[in-house]
């Protein structure tokens, strides 16, 4: 088999290639550094909320009124005048019996109470919000050393001691 010149070239190309891609996955390793510091980034964070408290307060009942006691009591008297006197005299009698009998027959009816209904006690939910403040941790400001020299990073977490780094070495033109 017989390679010329150009076929040549192409393949010590490649195997020269091939031998150095080793050498640029070496530079990248991992190692540990030591942690110096461990300091948690905390905010404070207002978070309201609602209070709310049941009250009592005392309202008036609305009126019960019941017409049928000046009702019987308007007929009643109405019957009762008319048994008294004559003539015009009668009717009159009739009129102010029914009147003074509305008037008793209501007042025994509704107890007297003269149309006023009474107080009762109603339960009134008063709510207001109230400032809830909260510490919130937003990772940890971490310095270690690693080969003499200081670094600090932010984290999520608290690595503890040792750090494990990743180690990338590039040459610099």
Same mark, same amino acid.
């Given at each position: 088999m017989k390679l010329t010149l150009k076929q040549l070239s192409i393949c010590t190309t490649l195997l020269g290639l091939s031998l150095t891609?080793?050498?640029?996955?070496?530079?990248?390793?991992?190692?540990?550094?030591?942690?110096?510091?461990?300091?948690? /980034? &905390? $905010?404070?964070?207002?978070?309201?909320?609602?209070?709310?408290?049941? $009250?009592? $307060?005392?309202? /008036?009942?609305?009126? $019960?009124?019941?017409?049928? #006691?000046?009702?019987?009591?308007?007929?009643?008297? #109405?019957? +009762?005048g008319s048994q008294v006197g004559g003539g015009n005299g009668r009717i009159a009698a009739a009129a102010a019996g029914a009147i003074t009998?509305? +008037? &008793? #027959?209501?007042?025994m009816d509704n107890n007297g109470s003269g149309g006023q209904g009474g107080y009762e006690s109603r339960p009134v939910r008063q709510c207001r919000n109230v400032d809830s403040w909260q510490t919130r941790n937003n990772g940890y400001a971490v310095t270690y050393e690693y080969a003499g020299r200081s670094y600090t990073s932010v984290m999520p977490y608290d690595p503890g001691s040792r750090l494990r780094l990743h180690i990338s070495l590039t040459p610099r033109p």
């Open positions: 891609l080793p050498v640029a996955h070496a530079a990248d390793f991992e190692d540990y550094a030591r942690v110096t510091k461990v300091t948690p /980034q &905390v $905010e404070q964070v207002n978070v309201p909320r609602q209070e709310c408290q049941t $009250e009592y $307060e005392n309202v /008036q009942r609305p009126q $019960e009124r019941s017409n049928a #006691g000046g009702l019987l009591g308007g007929l009643a008297g #109405g019957l +009762l009998g509305a +008037l &008793v #027959g209501d007042r």
